[in-house]
Nanobody, 121 residues
Framework: QVQLVESGGGLVQPGGSLRLSCAAS????????MGWYRQPPGKQRELVAS???????NYADSVKGRFTISRDNAKNTEYLQMNSLKPEDTAVYYC???????????????WGQGTQVTVSS
């Protein structure tokens, strides 16, 4: 069994910062690209940022220069540092990872349970 567990969401004022974490656990052979998605109220889920095993990153235009994705391969953990938060960043944030499990020959997409981020004064 593979599991992604997120932490770090909450309520923050505009201009503030939050750091999200996502730890992968279980029978993991290989942890490939990891990412963060978000789903604002009444909208579809969208990609926020992604990072490859080698550290290549990709960001949505709306968060470039404000958010930073990183990962610790030794801990099977990824992070999302969110600075200069805006009300429009309010959403449920989900971590995502492409994982090959032990004994498996294919890569499967896994999702975290989601964590609420609310930016409001």
């Amino acid at each position: 069994q593979v599991q992604l567990v997120e932490s770090g969401g909450g309520l923050v004022q505009p201009g503030g910062s939050l750091r999200l974490s996502c730890a992968a656990s279980g029978s993991i052979l290989r942890l490939n690209t990891m990412g963060w998605y978000r789903q604002p109220p009444g909208k579809q889920r969208e990609l926020v940022a992604s990072i490859t095993t080698g550290g290549t990153t990709n960001y949505a235009d709306s968060v470039k220069g404000r958010f930073t994705i990183s990962r610790d391969n030794a801990k099977n953990t990824e992070y999302l540092q969110m600075n200069s938060l805006k009300p429009e960043d309010t959403a449920v944030y989900y971590c995502n990872a492409a994982i090959q499990g032990l004994g498996s020959t294919y890569v499967r997409n896994y999702w975290g349970q989601g964590t609420q981020v609310t930016v409001s004064s």
